[in-house]
């Protein structure tokens, strides 16, 4: 495979600071004297021009700040991934705090992001349905609308009388979208000025996700807990071996040192090494990290580093090649693993993460092993912090959120991504997400434990392969019920002279192993995907 390399989001330049200076005052030489009120006058209009000039600075150092503060609603947001979207059904999904439906467009062949919300009583679409022709119907009262968000049927008003469905008051609201790396992308802002702006800026493109020598693992999830708390947790690897202990396998022990404790938790040289407005690069001792703000995490294994060779392989433009400088035999096929996290602010306490594992290797796993078996990992790996993270995030709305640096000490350079990502959120982001006036920022109650690890609501309504298995399996529950039943009763009503005592005897084994059979998977349908308790104490 070639170089590949994985283009940034479009860097801010920080233009240098402008001092206009004034023109200089040309002062006749002459034999006169320079009486004391000229002396002042002059003094004044010199004293004049530095305040203009010492105003020009102030006002260039204060764009130039301006320019470098990022903006929450000038940027492409994910919405869902593609194979968890069904095209006959519009999907209500909300982002930034905004209600969004999204829905797929036969007539264009693509895939719509509106506002959740019909013009005409702001009943919500995404609870309507697709119409024959192709195009959203709001339930409500049948008005139809097409990809555009023009109005093309209202069915209470007269064939004959005036075209009130071609009114822009009639019209859906439109966002923005497009399909990138198999994820719905949406840009949050419905002036017609950002109409095109996918010509001008796109999402962060990832080609290892498009790559057909790659297999990706793909999923999603909705958190009970805020965005800035998902994005820590994800940084923050040194957390791994204690917080899903027996879930991921602890690392191998280290040479010359005695492991402390079962974990074999160890230092990580981890290192910030750009830090901009629209996110930072980083490394450790085997992987290579970037963080496009505001949404994409995503880290690699890269053999540079495995062998020892820490030159840097960041290009000047920000951007992060997956594969250059990497010096590898010639004979080698390098086997590659990535970790795209897709991190999306919801509202206050509230997150979606899509993720997208792509590897190069074992592909024929996937053909095999259906990805609602791959989930059920994955959702114990989420599980098993959710709830300590969920409390966590309100210790930090106690402390206040300008405040964290101060109240936790981050004193080791595994904390490095954690203390960037903060940096990075103080500096250019205002400190928080902007929700656009819509919440004040506070995070709801703290609900029980049983609700934050619930997983139906939070991932199996909203996953096309899980969701297929609950109801699969739920079909296969209610058939060992019936056949252990069925079984049992024809054994009650088969005569003892009739059949043999062996004929009597396999009919009652069959219903105990039934009834077995279902009790069991009603307890692994409750597990996998309903609830499943993680204690760490216990493990």
């Known amino acids: 495979m070639g170089v590949a390399t994985i283009s940034s989001i479009h860097l801010l330049h920080i233009p240098t600071t402008l001092t206009l200076n ?5 002062l006749l030489s002459s034999s006169f004297k320079i009486t004391t009120t000229q002396r002042n006058v002059l003094r004044k209009c010199g004293l004049l021009h530095t305040a203009m000039a010492s105003d020009d600075v102030v006002t260039s150092e204060r764009r130039t700040m301006e320019e470098e503060k990022f903006d929450w609603f000038s940027e492409w947001y994910p919405v869902m991934p593609v194979c968890d979207l069904d095209k006959k059904v519009p999907t209500g999904k909300k982002v930034l705090g905004l209600d969004l ?3 797929w467009d036969r007539n264009e062949n693509a895939w719509k992001v509106f506002d959740d919300s019909c013009p005409h009583r702001l009943a919500p679409l995404s609870e309507g ?7 959203l119907q709001c339930v409500y009262h049948g008005w139809c609308f097409n990809g555009s968000g023009d109005c093309k049927f209202i069915p209470q008003a ?65 958190m009970a807990y805020g965005y800035e708390v998902l994005i820590e ?44 407005a629209d996110g930072f690069v980083g490394k450790d001792e085997t992987l290579r990290h970037k963080f496009f703000a505001p949404c994409v995490y995503y880290y690699f294994t890269d053999p540079e580093l495995v062998q020892g060779n820490v030159e840097s392989s960041s290009k000047n433009d920000g951007s992060l090649s997956s594969t250059a400088n990497v010096k590898k035999p010639p004979t080698e096929i390098s086997r590659r693993t990535f970790l795209a996290f897709f991190c999306i602010p919801v509202s206050p306490g509230k997150s979606r993460l899509i993720w997208a594992f792509p590897n190069n290797f074992d592909k024929w796993v996937h053909s095999i092993v259906p990805r609602w078996m ?36 981050v004193p080791v350079k595994s904390d490095a991504f954690v203390v960037g ?28 434990r049983e609700q934050v690890l619930e997983r139906y609501w939070s991932h199996v309504v909203n996953c096309k392969s899980c969701n297929g298995a609950y109801k699969a399996l739920n079909k296969a529950e209610v058939s060992l019920q019936v056949i252990s039943i069925a079984a049992i009763g024809a054994l009650a009503l088969t005569k003892s ?43």
């Open 233 to 276: 947790n994800l940084m923050d690897l040194a957390h791994l071996p204690y917080a899903h202990y027996g879930i991921i396998p602890a690392p191998p022990p280290m040479k010359n040192r005695v492991n402390t404790d079962r974990e074999r938790g160890r230092p990580l040289e981890m290192v910030v090494e750009k830090l901009k």
């Open 374 to 409: 791959f989930h059920i990992v994955q959702n114990l790996i989420l599980d098993s912090d959710m709830y300590l993270l969920r409390v966590e995030e309100h210790k930090y709305e106690e402390i206040g959120t300008s405040n964290w640096h101060k109240a936790c000490y």
């Open 129 to 135: 349905r697709i119409d024959q022709w192709g195009r």
């Open 22 to 26: 004034p023109p200089r005052s040309r």
């Open 101 to 103: 439906v999204v829905w």
């Open 497 to 539: 002279g009739v059949s043999s005592a062996k004929v009597r005897a396999t009919i009652f084994i069959i219903a105990i192993l039934c009834f077995a059979a279902s009790k069991w998977l009603s307890h692994f349908i409750h597990k996998t995907f309903r609830f499943h308790d993680y204690i760490h104490a216990l493990v």
């Open 158 to 222: 007269p064939p004959d009388g005036p075209p009130v469905h071609s009114s822009k008051k009639a019209c859906a609201a439109v966002y923005p979208s497009t399909m990138q790396n198999g994820i719905v992308w949406f840009w949050p802002n419905l002036d017609p000025k950002f109409k095109d702006i996918i010509m001008e800026k796109k999402p962060p493109f990832i080609p290892e996700l498009d790559d057909p020598s790659y297999v990706k693992l793909e999923g999603n999830r909705d």
């Open 421 to 448: 990502f903060r940096r990075w959120l103080n500096k250019y982001a205002g400190g928080q997400v902007d929700w656009g006036g819509k919440y004040s920022g506070s995070l709801p109650p703290l609900p029980p």
